[in-house]
């Protein structure tokens, strides 16, 4: 899927050189999102709330295995002297305890998910908003995001960071 992505981009800047050499110059920037997302304001309370919601989950989840695990010990304690009525009931009870794990392990990470966009969206859409600010100001025709990796080679473009960083007051 990546050679694929490459290809295209490849094919899109080549077909893109061709066309624009009639017309201006192509101004091409790069910026690493990644550590521009580092510096920004913010970043710290998001992560440290985001952190806590996940603590919070991981109690619950221990919980729910601390009950797992008790009743699984207290199964096996007194199984031999369980009736037949009493094993599946118990071991009925022990499936539901484990559904009810696997749903909650399930929930619990859609919802973290959730939170994670709610959280860091605000920042983001600062970010971007302040590379389109920069990209258009500076008459930038494309912005290529280095910190995933897109581009493999590049030597003429502009790194737009301490345009970024000076547009959000960061230092």
């Known amino acids: 899927m990546k050679h694929i992505q490459r290809l295209i981009l490849i094919v899109a800047i080549a077909g893109i050189t061709v066309s624009v050499n009639a017309q201006k110059p192509l101004k091409i920037g790069h910026i690493n999102s990644n550590e521009l997302l580092e510096m920004m304001p913010g970043i710290d309370t998001a992560e440290a709330k985001l952190k806590d919601i996940a603590a ?13 695990n008790t009743k699984l010990e207290e ?10 009525l009493e094993k599946e ?23 973290l998910d959730l ?17 389109d600010e920069v ?29 970024v960083k000076k547009k959000l007051g960061i230092e």
Do not use: C, H
Not at 91 to 107: G, S, Y
């Open 56 to 68: 919070n989950i991981e109690k619950q989840f221990e919980l729910m295995k601390n009950e797992y």
């Open 135 to 163: 990209a258009k100001e500076n008459e930038f025709n494309y912005i290529f995001d280095t910190g995933y990796g897109i581009i493999l080679y590049f030597d003429k473009g502009v790194d737009i960071m301490p345009l």
């Open 75 to 84: 199964y096996m304690t007194n199984e031999e002297k369980m009736s037949d």
């Open 115 to 131: 939170e994670k966009e709610k959280i860091y969206s605000p920042i983001l859409e600062q970010a971007q908003n302040a590379i």
């Open 89 to 111: 009931m118990a071991a009925d009870e022990l499936q539901d305890l484990q559904n009810r794990i696997d749903k909650f392990r399930t929930k619990a990470q859609e919802n």
